[in-house]
């Protein structure tokens, strides 16, 4: 990023730092995570021990960091390297990005920046219109549908946390993440021990992944005398029963009709739910226990917005909530193809124009990539 | 507290309370050590064959009634610690632990409606620290302590998403409860037998321990781990010899990358020894197949790292960096 973007954007983290240390704590336990943080234009700095609020507050006001993050894992000795640390446990922890959703929306809010030349499209093409290039920055503009999206992942993640793997509701925090999803943060002595192997095969199961037919009843051969789950059972086994008969009346014919289509077919139907019912989450996060993860409270540098816990999900507007640096107007540059909504203001489209943008907006257009300092 | 009476031990001889009774008896080693016992030395010795050649001993029931059974189980122990041999230990202990395993389903089983399950629940939980509770017919364990086991294996079967689960508990039959903690059993057969000093035998005792090291000569041509192979090789080994069943996939991997590191088909064959389906003919049918000395002819190739990856066999470490196929680990080093 070039020098005067890095100082614009430093300048208004630090004003929010400064203003808003009622947003930004440590986690529990906070003695035994390792902290991390980024600069911008310059490496991760790792290994830290940040014990108390106050620590993490001076930490946030020298450096101004442009990412802080801390791990989900415990250790003895947090400060030494990663084979001297002494892994005690972890959070659960997941993380639901609208990327992964791959919905049709996101072709109406992905700009693709040319490498060389900087102009920039809306629509894939696998040439630069100006000057033939074929190296592409993509970069993504909010959109509220990728949200609600990501939301309703974050619903049936939480449904399944609670009734088939028996963590309590306030064990559960969720956070918009600052850019484009959702984290979920699981804090429950039952499962910080899993190891990472344990952690997949967990993902799986939130994910619907590798699901066979015999678990569900059907066999390669001979399933006259098969039973499928029924309506009223817990876990996969109801949630399928349900799917696949909608209604119990229904159940005895569905049955039948499942029988007769014999054993592919039935895969083919639980790839399906996978697809339908499966919650999208990255396995690698949940499966990786020595991550540093994004620090609630703190900004995410590819928006400018925070990473904020969400008390309401259902009517949390990240633009609006998660959009907390100051608003005194700056100049910018302002290249983008596409309007974007920040605190129910619309801003743009702008072609490369000079215009004057409540520092939020600025921050957001510079972050992304869409527009310089003047 | 749980009473725990001759027959309890005869199937269950390496529990705690197994020296308590020894000791209520008055027997001592040197007793043992009397011609009059000498079958039992013969009976302990029996049982250290059998299980070196991989097969379970099997005990008559009745046998069960009298104290051989526990005794046989202690002499094979001094026995064994005499001679000193790994192999031989480790054998043991997994024929002893798939022994008990036996008995710990029939026991979960047979008490599960007389809601009489103390003894082997008891067992699972001080063993293993697994909470092991009932459900109607169903036996259920939390989430976590399944699949701290369950990753293990390699089956789709075990994976969680193919279990029943509610209210963060798994849902097992008394065949599958038991199987979740075979290798564990096995361990913990292995670190009691590894926890017992012996200091001197009876001169009755000597003959048998020479005969074991004798035995033992048969394997020492067996030891295959070696630190140069990489960590999905090693593995599947493990796997192999703590007795768990390893895919198809793995034992390809491991048959191909062996033939291409130039083991013979002899030399690899025993390897498969542990798995639970264990066929000496098949096997080396399978791997003559694979070599390509046979059928086709057809040399088949170690499997790609990415292929490994896909089917859950790769266990990468930094070593691996910048590799492709197993065969190269060890071979490239990361250039920094
Ligand atoms: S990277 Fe390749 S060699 Fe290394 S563990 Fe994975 S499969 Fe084996
Ligand atoms: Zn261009
Ligand atoms: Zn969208």
Redesign the pocket.
């Known amino acids: 990023m070039n020098e005067k973007n890095a100082l614009l954007i430093e300048s208004a983290f630090k004003e929010y730092y400064f203003n808003r240390f009622d947003l930004i704590h440590v986690p529990q336990k906070a003695t035994e995570r390792e902290f991390g943080y980024q600069k911008f234009n310059s490496g991760m700095t790792r290994h830290l021990v940040i014990k108390n609020d106050k620590e993490l507050h001076l930490l946030l006001m020298r450096e101004v960091p442009s990412d802080v993050y801390c791990s989900n894992a415990y250790y003895s000795f947090p400060n030494l390297s990663m084979s001297e640390k002494d892994w005690k446990g972890a959070d659960l922890i997941f993380d639901i990005d609208?990327k992964d959703l791959a919905?049709p929306?996101?072709k109406?809010?992905t700009i693709f920046k040319c490498n060389s030349c900087n102009n920039h499209m809306i629509e894939f093409q696998s040439q630069c219109s100006k000057c033939g290039s074929t190296k592409f920055d993509i970069v993504s503009v909010g959109?509220m549908?990728?949200i609600s999206e990501s939301k309703k992942e974050v619903t049936k993640l939480v449904d399944i946390l609670t009734t088939d793997l028996n963590v309590k509701k306030e064990q559960i925090e969720v956070y918009f993440s600052g850019n484009e999803g959702f984290h979920v943060r699981v804090t429950n002595a039952d499962y910080e021990q899993l190891g990472s192997q344990e952690r997949a095969d967990l993902v799986d199961y939130i994910m619907f992944n590798g699901a066979i037919p015999e678990s569900f009843g059907i066999k390669r051969q001979n399933n006259s005398k098969t039973s499928l789950p029924t309506f009223e059972e817990k876990g996969w086994r109801g949630r399928v029963a349900r799917k696949l008969f909608s209604s119990k009346s229904k159940a005895p014919k569905v049955t039948r009709e499942i029988i007769t289509s014999g054993y592919s077919a039935f895969q083919v139907q639980l790839e399906e739910i996978k697809r339908t019912m499966g919650v999208r989450v990255d396995p690698k996060v949940t499966m990786d226990i020595h991550r540093i993860f994004r620090l609630e409270g703190s900004i995410n540098s590819k928006s400018g917005l925070s990473k904020i816990q969400c008390i309401n999900l259902d009517s949390f507007d990240p633009f609006l909530e998660a959009c907390l640096l100051g608003d005194d107007d700056i100049d910018i540059m302002a290249d983008c193809p596409i309007q974007i909504r920040l605190k129910n203001k619309k801003f743009g489209p702008f072609n490369n124009e000079i215009v004057s943008l409540p520092k939020y907006a600025a921050v957001y257009m510079l972050c992304k990539g869409l527009g310089n300092a003047t | 507290m749980l009473k725990i009476g001759a027959k309890d031990l005869a199937k269950y001889p390496f529990l705690t309370e197994a020296g308590e009774y020894l000791r209520n008896t008055g027997l001592s080693l040197e007793q043992l050590g009397d011609p009059d016992w000498q079958p039992i030395v013969e009976k302990a010795y029996g049982r250290i064959v059998v299980a070196s050649s991989g097969q379970i001993y099997g005990s008559d029931l009745e046998a069960l009634d009298n104290d051989s059974e526990l005794l046989s189980f202690l002499v094979a122990i001094i026995l064994l610690k005499s001679a000193g041999i790994a192999t031989l230990i480790r054998r043991f202990s997994l024929a002893e632990s798939r022994r008990a395993e036996k008995y710990l389903q029939q026991d979960l089983w047979i008490s599960r409606d007389k809601k009489n399950l103390e003894l082997p629940l008891k067992i699972i939980q001080d063993l293993f620290a697994v909470n092991v509770s009932i459900d109607n017919e169903d036996f259920v364990i939390k989430v976590p302590d399944y699949l701290q086991r369950a990753v293990h294996f390699h089956e789709k079967e075990w994976k969680l998403v193919n279990r029943r689960v509610a209210n963060g508990l798994v849902y097992l039959s008394a065949h599958e409860t038991v199987r979740l903690i075979r290798a564990e059993l096995g361990e913990y057969i292995n670190g009691k037998i590894q926890s017992v000093n012996v200091d001197s035998i009876p001169q009755s005792f000597r003959h048998r321990v020479e005969d074991l090291v004798a035995l033992a000569k048969k394997f020492s041509d067996t030891t295959y781990v070696s630190s140069e192979y990489p960590p999905c090789v090693k593995h599947g080994i493990e796997v192999l010899e703590k007795g768990e069943n390893l895919p198809h996939s793995g034992r390809f991997l491991l048959a191909t990358y062996l033939l291409s590191k130039g083991q013979t088909v002899d030399q690899i064959a025993p390897l498969f020894k542990n798995a639970p389906d264990y066929n000496e003919r098949t096997t080396k049918y399978q791997l003559a197949h694979i070599s390509g000395s046979s059928g086709s002819g057809t040399k088949y190739q170690c499997p790609s790292c990415e292929k490994l990856r896909s089917e859950s066999l790769c266990f990468a470490i930094p070593d691996c960096d910048g590799i492709i196929n197993p065969v190269q680990f060890g071979k490239k080093r990361k250039i920094q």
Do not use: P, Q, S, T
Request: a neutral charge; aromatic letters at 0%.
């Open positions: 609208a919905l929306c996101r109406d809010h959109c549908n990728c």
